[in-house]
């Protein structure tokens, strides 16, 4: 299993924006095969900050979901209103509540 920890600051004014773009390419997730991944979306207290969450059952499914268009727009807006450099951490499994993609 891969998984993957994003966490970027934008500016205010891009907060309702960056929610849209979520949710299409959330939408368009839809269209994939949601038993080879999970990816989850929050958003910290400050409002501006948001931490993405994705798991992938492997590496085929990471690069696939990477090359969804709506997930690529949202990635070009994102990067566009970033208040800061993005912090990228990859996890490495241990347990978990429930089974594992």
């Not at 690529?72 to 089974?99: C, H, M, W």
Request: a negative charge; one cysteine or more; glycine letters at 4%.
């Amino acid at each position: 299993m891969i998984t993957v920890k994003v966490t970027y600051t934008i500016h205010e004014g891009h907060v309702s924006v960056n929610k849209q773009l979520i949710e299409a390419f959330l939408q368009d997730f839809t269209n994939l095969d949601n038993s080879r991944f999970l990816y989850t979306i929050f958003q910290k207290n400050d409002g501006c900050t948001f931490v993405h969450l994705s798991q992938y059952q492997d590496k085929a499914m990471q690069e696939e979901l990477l090359k969804v268009p709506s997930f690529l727009q949202f990635q070009q807006e994102r990067d566009k209103n970033l208040t800061g450099e993005p912090q990228i951490e990859i996890l490495n499994y241990v347990a978990a509540s429930r089974g594992v993609l």
